[in-house]
């Protein structure tokens, strides 16, 4: 599994406070759920349906400083979260809403990122059933889907507090979005925009602040 800019960048963004239990929903190669460890004293367990993507997260996680705080899950999320109670005061996730035109030729590739297999209401009721009240879900989704995805989300509880538009290069608008939600009610939300790579197509200086600690080579 590559290493994408959307879960660094989600992993680096989100609120994280010590002595969470957090869930990373699809973690692929578990690098979210590796960001969340180093950022914190959170235990994270990193839930994954494809078993080849849970050994490779393993192989990571074992060569990780913070392994004895990781834990691999190879389950469905839709099965997983009917064994589970309101356990979680942090839930991540960067899922793979591909349209059409952009789904991968290869069926494995298309089944290890865990939630292509799940849609809005699914992974939102499943997230509002397994959060803890106060509780926190941030998640990075295409631009284009973001104000459905506020709306479904806000009727399982689940309301907006922050949000991180993600502009590709100077010039251009964006295209996807953090989204940091709260199970509960809430007064405000903040605003914030990045830009990843200026007008000769380098890495923009903010973003090179975000992400120095995270990236070699950067």
């Not at 989600?10 to 690098?31: A, M, Q, R, Y």
């Not at 942090?90 to 290869?106: C, Q, T, V």
């Not at 100077?170 to 295209?175: F, S, T, V």
């Amino acid at each position: 599994m590559k290493v994408g800019t959307d879960a660094i960048l989600l992993g680096v963004w989100c609120t994280v406070f010590d002595n969470e239990k957090v869930l990373d929903i699809g973690t692929g190669s578990g690098v979210i759920a590796m960001i969340i460890a180093s950022r914190s004293n959170c235990y994270v367990d990193a839930i994954e349906i494809d078993k080849d993507s849970c050994y490779e997260a393993q192989e990571n996680f074992n060569n990780s400083d913070f392994n004895d705080r990781l834990n691999i899950i190879n389950e469905d999320f839709n099965i997983y979260r009917k064994k589970k109670s309101k356990d979680y005061d942090l839930i991540i996730s960067n899922p793979p809403f591909f349209s059409n035109d952009l789904l991968p030729a290869d069926a494995s590739r298309l089944k290890s990122r865990h939630t292509i297999m799940l849609n809005h209401d699914d992974i939102l009721l499943g997230i509002s059933n397994i959060l803890k009240y106060r509780g926190r879900f941030c998640v990075v989704i295409p631009r284009s889907t973001e104000e459905k995805f506020i709306n479904t989300a806000h009727n399982y509880g689940l309301n907006l507090v922050r949000k991180q538009y993600i502009i590709p290069k100077q010039g251009k608008i964006a295209n996807r979005v953090n989204l940091e939600f709260i199970h509960g009610k809430t007064n405000k939300i903040e605003l914030e925009t990045i830009t990843l790579r200026d007008d000769k197509n380098n890495h923009s200086e903010q973003y090179k602040r975000y992400i120095k600690n995270y990236l070699l080579n950067i």
